[in-house]
C-alpha cells in the first residue's frame, strides 16, 4: 500500500502538472475542490458527490455567460501521509481539464487571493464559501454543508436556475452578521473534541486555550475567533 501510494502521489502530481495555468484576467468562478476521500463530498455532497460532475454543472451554467471557471485542488490531495492518492487518479484532472471554459491553477496558489478575485465561489459543503462571504464575494453551495444559513452564502436548489442564482446582483454582507451566525449555531451545537487523538500532543497550547474558553462559557466564540 506505500508503494502504491507513493507511486500515485507523483503520478497525481505530474497530471495536474500538466493542465495547470496561471489564474486568468478575465472574470472567473472560483471552484476550490475537496480533499477526497472524505464525507465533505460523500456523501455530504449529495448528488454532487462526484466532483467532476460538480464542475461539469457550473461550467454549463455560465458557459455563454464570458465566464471561466477556475478550479484548484486541495493541497492535502498530494500529502505524502494523507491517503489522497486513493481520491484522485490522473483521468480525473484529465476529465475536468477537457471540459469547456474550465481552467486549472496550481494548488500551491494563495486562496485568499483567488477568493478576492473570484466573480463568485462555488463549493458542495467547503468552508472557502464562509471565507468568500466574509470578503463580500457571492458563494454558493451544492451540497449540506455544516454552516446552512449562514447570511452571504447561498444553498442551490436542485431545479434553480444556477446562472441566475450564482450571477445575479449580490449585496455583500456585515462580517458581525456571519460571525453571530456562526457563534449562535456553535452555541446550540458545538462540541469540545479532537478528530485524530495522535495530534493532541501538537496542538496542545491551543488545545489548552479551547478547554479554558469553554469552563468560563466562550467556547463558541473563541472558535469564531480562530475561524
Known amino acids: 500500500a506505500e508503494v502504491f501510494n507513493r507511486r500515485r502521489h507523483r503520478q497525481l502530481r505530474r497530471a495536474e502538472a500538466q493542465v495547470v495555468q496561471p489564474p486568468p484576467n478575465a472574470r472567473y468562478v472560483y471552484i476550490p475542490l475537496h480533499y477526497e476521500p472524505e464525507r465533505t463530498s460523500n456523501p455530504d455532497g449529495g448528488r454532487f458527490g462526484d466532483q467532476v460532475r460538480m464542475v461539469d454543472y457550473v461550467a454549463a451554467a455560465v458557459l455563454h455567460s464570458g465566464y471561466t471557471v477556475l478550479v484548484k485542488d486541495h493541497p492535502s490531495q498530494f500529502h505524502p501521509l494523507m491517503q489522497g492518492a486513493q481520491g484522485r487518479s490522473p483521468e480525473f484532472y484529465r476529465a475536468v481539464d477537457s471540459l469547456p471554459n474550465v481552467q486549472f491553477c496550481d494548488h500551491r496558489t494563495s486562496q485568499r487571493e483567488l477568493i478576492r478575485r473570484a466573480s463568485a465561489v462555488v463549493s458542495l459543503t467547503g468552508t472557502s464559501c464562509l471565507e468568500a462571504a466574509i470578503l463580500g464575494v457571492p458563494a454558493m ?52 473534541g479532537i478528530v485524530n487523538p495522535s495530534n493532541e500532543e501538537l496542538y496542545t497550547d491551543e488545545l489548552e486555550v479551547v478547554r479554558r474558553s469553554e469552563e468560563s462559557g466562550q467556547f463558541a466564540q473563541s472558535v469564531v475567533d480562530a475561524i
Open 141 to 192: 453551495t451544492l451540497g449540506f454543508p455544516w454552516f446552512a444559513g449562514c447570511p452571504g452564502v447561498r444553498m442551490h436548489q436542485h431545479g434553480g436556475d444556477l446562472q441566475k442564482d450564482l450571477l445575479s446582483s449580490h449585496s455583500a454582507v456585515a462580517e458581525e452578521e456571519i460571525r453571530e451566525f456562526l457563534t449562535r449555531l456553535l452555541t446550540q451545537e458545538g462540541v469540545l
